[in-house]
C-alpha cells in the first residue's frame, strides 16, 4: 500500500488556493459530463471521465495557475496509489479462469447446492462471506473468490443475482471493518494516529448492529424470493457440472492454498497469484487440460458447453484480458482524481464541509459527507480515508473528542460505500467480479446503507462517543489507550 500525504487545506499556498466556488466548478462539470455521457447518451464511463480529465486539466491551467507538469505529477501520483487496485483487478480474472477450468469453483457450485437451501441461503452467504474476510483480511479477495461461487450457488436455487451479490458484500466488508489484517482499517488507524485495536473495539458495537439488521433483511428477503424450485433441478445442474468437471476434494487445493497463505500473512496479491498457479497446475493435474491450454484459459477466459444454458454461462469467464475494460475506467478515475487532489479541489471542499460542524452530531454528520464526496470525486476508498482524516482531526480535537470517533466515522461511511459507486475502483471491481451491475446490487448492499446510518445515529445520541476527558462511552465501557501509527495489511 502506498504511502499518501495528501494537501491539506492549510498546506496550499493562499495565492494558488482555489475559492469554494473555483473547487465547485470541475466538481459540477464532472457529474454533468457522467449524467450526459452514460444516462442520456448510453455510452460508457470511459469517454465522459476523459471529458472530465480534459475540462479539469484546462480549468487547472489556465484558471487556477497549475502547471501541466504538477498535472502530470497528481495524476502519477494517483496512479501509483491505485497500481495494486489494478494489479489485483487483472489477478483475479485470471484466477477466476482457471479456477473455473480447474473445478474448484464447479465444485464449490456442486457442493454448495447440496448443503444450502433457498430460505437459508441469503443469510449464510453474507455470515460465511464476513468470517472468511475477517480471517484473510481482504473483502476483494473473497469477493473474487467465494463470492464468485455464491453467485452460481444462488442461482442454482432461484436467488436473484443482485440479492447474492448484496449478501456477499455486506459480510466482505463486515469482515473487512474487524479484521486486524485489512489494509483499510490500518489505514484508517494510522492516519487518524489511532491505535489499531481501540479503532476495531470503537467500530464493533455499530458494525455488529448494521450487520445484524442486514442478516435479518436478507433472511425476510430470502423467504420472498426463494419460492419453489422445480423438480430435478438441483440435479440437473450438479449433473452438467459433473458431466463437465472432475468433481473431487482434490479441486479444492487452490482455494485452500490460496486462503490458507492470506491467513498467514501473505499480502492479498501475492497470494492470488499463487492461487493463478494452483489453478493451472489442478487444471492439468485434475481436469487433464494441457499446460499452455491451462494458460491460455488464464488470458482469454473459459467458455465451456455443459449441455445446461444456466450452467454454462455461470461458467463463462473472460480471463486476463477481460480485466482490460474495467482497468481503463480505473485509470481514468483515478486520473481525474488526482488531478482534483493536486488542483487543491478536495482539499478545499473538505475543508469547507468541515467549517459545518457544531457538535458531535454535526462532526459525525460532516465526517460522512467528507468521506462518499471523495469517493465519488477521486474514486479510490483511500482517498475517501485519508483526506477526512487528517482534515478532520483538528476539529475532532477542538470538540475533546477521542481519534477513534474520527477513524470510526471514515472507515463506516468510507470503505463500507465504495463499491456504490459505479464508476470507483471498488465499484468497478465488485460489478466486474461477481457479473452483477452496480446499480443492481446497491438495493441489496443493505450493510453499504447501515453502516452510515447507525454511525449517524451515534452521533446524534452521543452512544459510543469518547472524549479526552471521559474514559468510558455514554453507555457502554471500553479500554483506551495510547495511540500509536499503525499501517500493514492489503486489500
Not at 473474487?144 to 440479492?163: E, K, N, Q, R, S
Not at 466482505?172 to 487518524?192: E, I, R
Given at each position: 500500500?502506498?504511502?499518501?500525504?495528501?494537501?491539506?487545506?492549510?498546506?496550499?499556498?493562499?495565492?494558488?488556493?482555489?475559492?469554494?466556488?473555483?473547487?465547485?466548478?470541475?466538481?459540477?462539470?464532472?457529474?454533468?459530463?457522467?449524467?450526459?455521457?452514460?444516462?442520456?447518451?448510453?455510452?460508457?464511463?470511459?469517454?465522459?471521465?476523459?471529458?472530465?480529465?480534459?475540462?479539469?486539466?484546462?480549468?487547472?491551467?489556465?484558471?487556477?495557475?497549475?502547471?501541466?507538469?504538477?498535472?502530470?505529477?497528481?495524476?502519477?501520483?494517483?496512479?501509483?496509489?491505485?497500481?495494486?487496485?489494478i494489479l489485483i483487478m487483472f489477478v483475479v480474472y485470471a484466477l477466476i479462469a482457471t479456477w473455473i477450468q480447474a473445478g474448484t469453483i464447479p465444485g464449490l457450485m456442486y457442493y454448495g447446492l447440496e448443503l444450502l437451501t433457498p430460505a437459508i441461503f441469503l443469510p449464510m452467504t453474507a455470515i460465511l462471506a464476513a468470517l472468511v474476510t475477517f480471517a484473510v483480511g481482504s473483502s476483494w479477495t473473497t469477493a473474487g473468490t467465494l463470492g464468485v461461487a455464491f453467485i452460481g450457488i444462488g442461482a442454482g436455487l432461484g436467488i436473484p443475482m443482485p440479492m447474492t451479490a448484496g449478501a456477499i458484500?455486506?459480510?466482505?466488508?463486515?469482515?473487512?471493518?474487524?479484521?486486524?489484517?485489512?489494509?483499510?482499517?490500518?489505514?484508517?488507524?494510522?492516519?487518524?494516529?489511532?491505535?489499531?485495536?481501540?479503532?476495531?473495539?470503537?467500530?464493533?458495537?455499530?458494525?455488529?448492529?448494521?450487520?445484524?439488521?442486514?442478516?435479518?433483511?436478507?433472511?425476510?428477503?430470502?423467504?420472498?424470493?426463494?419460492?419453489?424450485?422445480?423438480?430435478?433441478?438441483?440435479?440437473?445442474?450438479?449433473?452438467?457440472?459433473?458431466?463437465?468437471?472432475?468433481?473431487?476434494?482434490?479441486?479444492?487445493?487452490?482455494?485452500?492454498?490460496?486462503?490458507?497463505?492470506?491467513?498467514?500473512?501473505?499480502?492479498?496479491?501475492?497470494?492470488?497469484?499463487?492461487?493463478?498457479?494452483?489453478?493451472?497446475?489442478?487444471?492439468?493435474?485434475?481436469?487433464?487440460?494441457?499446460?499452455?491450454?491451462?494458460?491460455?484459459?488464464?488470458?482469454?477466459?473459459?467458455?465451456?458447453?455443459?449441455?445446461?444454458?444456466?450452467?454454462?454461462?455461470?461458467?463463462?469467464?473472460?480471463?486476463?484480458?477481460?480485466?482490460?475494460?474495467?482497468?481503463?475506467?480505473?485509470?481514468?478515475?483515478?486520473?481525474?482524481?488526482?488531478?482534483?487532489?493536486?488542483?487543491?479541489?478536495?482539499?478545499?471542499?473538505?475543508?469547507?464541509?468541515?467549517?459545518?460542524?457544531?457538535?458531535?452530531?454535526?462532526?459525525?454528520?460532516?465526517?460522512?459527507?467528507?468521506?462518499?464526496?471523495?469517493?465519488?470525486?477521486?474514486?479510490?476508498?483511500?482517498?475517501?480515508?485519508?483526506?477526512?482524516?487528517?482534515?478532520?482531526?483538528?476539529?475532532?480535537?477542538?470538540?475533546?473528542?477521542?481519534?477513534?470517533?474520527?477513524?470510526?466515522?471514515?472507515?463506516?461511511?468510507?470503505?463500507?460505500?465504495?463499491?456504490?459507486?459505479?464508476?470507483?475502483?471498488?465499484?468497478?471491481?465488485?460489478?466486474?467480479?461477481?457479473?452483477?451491475?452496480?446499480?443492481?446490487?446497491?438495493?441489496?448492499?443493505?450493510?453499504?446503507?447501515?453502516?452510515?446510518?447507525?454511525?449517524?445515529?451515534?452521533?446524534?445520541?452521543?452512544?459510543?462517543?469518547?472524549?479526552?476527558?471521559?474514559?468510558?462511552?455514554?453507555?457502554?465501557?471500553?479500554?483506551?489507550?495510547?495511540?500509536?501509527?499503525?499501517?500493514?495489511?492489503?486489500?
Amino acid at each position: 500500500m502506498v504511502a499518501l500525504e495528501p494537501q491539506l487545506f492549510e498546506d496550499i499556498d493562499p495565492e494558488k488556493r482555489p475559492s469554494l466556488l473555483a473547487a465547485l466548478v470541475p466538481v459540477v462539470a464532472m457529474l454533468g459530463f457522467l449524467s450526459v455521457g452514460i444516462v442520456l447518451l448510453e455510452l460508457d464511463p470511459q469517454f465522459p471521465l476523459l471529458w472530465g480529465i480534459a475540462f479539469t486539466g484546462l480549468f487547472a491551467r489556465y484558471h487556477l495557475g497549475l502547471s501541466w507538469a504538477d498535472q502530470y505529477d497528481g495524476i502519477t501520483d494517483s496512479l501509483l496509489m491505485g497500481m495494486q487496485v489494478i494489479l489485483i483487478m487483472f489477478v483475479v480474472y485470471a484466477l477466476i479462469a482457471t479456477w473455473i477450468q480447474a473445478g474448484t469453483i464447479p465444485g464449490l457450485m456442486y457442493y454448495g447446492l447440496e448443503l444450502l437451501t433457498p430460505a437459508i441461503f441469503l443469510p449464510m452467504t453474507a455470515i460465511l462471506a464476513a468470517l472468511v474476510t475477517f480471517a484473510v483480511g481482504s473483502s476483494w479477495t473473497t469477493a473474487g473468490t467465494l463470492g464468485v461461487a455464491f453467485i452460481g450457488i444462488g442461482a442454482g436455487l432461484g436467488i436473484p443475482m443482485p440479492m447474492t451479490a448484496g449478501a456477499i458484500l455486506t459480510g466482505a466488508y463486515t469482515g473487512d471493518k474487524q479484521s486486524p489484517l485489512s489494509d483499510t482499517t490500518n489505514l484508517a488507524a494510522a492516519v487518524t494516529n489511532t491505535d489499531l485495536y481501540d479503532h476495531i473495539n470503537a467500530m464493533r458495537f455499530g458494525t455488529l448492529i448494521a450487520f445484524s439488521l442486514s442478516v435479518a433483511l436478507y433472511a425476510i428477503l430470502g423467504l420472498r424470493a426463494s419460492g419453489t424450485i422445480p423438480a430435478g433441478r438441483i440435479a440437473e445442474i450438479q449433473g452438467a457440472i459433473q458431466g463437465t468437471y472432475v468433481v473431487t476434494p482434490l479441486v479444492f487445493v487452490p482455494l485452500v492454498l490460496t486462503f490458507g497463505l492470506a491467513i498467514y500473512g501473505l499480502p492479498a496479491l501475492p497470494a492470488l497469484g499463487v492461487g493463478v498457479f494452483a489453478g493451472v497446475l489442478t487444471s492439468v493435474g485434475i481436469q487433464g487440460t494441457g499446460f499452455a491450454a491451462a494458460w491460455t484459459v488464464a488470458q482469454s477466459g473459459t467458455a465451456p458447453e455443459t449441455g445446461m444454458e444456466l450452467v454454462s454461462g455461470l461458467l463463462q469467464s473472460d480471463g486476463l484480458l477481460g480485466g482490460a475494460w474495467i482497468v481503463t475506467i480505473a485509470i481514468a478515475a483515478l486520473s481525474l482524481g488526482g488531478l482534483l487532489e493536486r488542483a487543491g479541489v478536495l482539499a478545499v471542499l473538505a475543508h469547507h464541509l468541515g467549517r459545518l460542524s457544531r457538535g458531535e452530531a454535526s462532526l459525525t454528520g460532516v465526517t460522512v459527507l467528507s468521506a462518499i464526496s471523495m469517493n465519488v470525486l477521486a474514486a479510490e476508498q483511500y482517498i475517501s480515508i485519508v483526506v477526512p482524516g487528517m482534515s478532520l482531526r483538528n476539529l475532532y480535537r477542538e470538540q475533546g473528542l477521542k481519534m477513534e470517533n474520527l477513524s470510526r466515522a471514515v472507515e463506516a461511511s468510507g470503505t463500507t460505500t465504495a463499491v456504490l459507486i459505479p464508476w470507483s475502483s471498488g465499484g468497478l471491481f465488485m460489478a466486474g467480479t461477481l457479473g452483477v451491475p452496480t446499480l443492481s446490487y446497491a438495493p441489496y448492499y443493505f450493510f453499504g446503507f447501515l453502516s452510515p446510518l447507525v454511525l449517524l445515529c451515534m452521533g446524534v445520541t452521543g452512544w459510543q462517543m469518547t472524549s479526552e476527558t471521559r474514559a468510558e462511552p455514554r453507555e457502554t465501557a471500553s479500554t483506551t489507550g495510547e495511540t500509536t501509527a499503525v499501517t500493514g495489511g492489503d486489500e
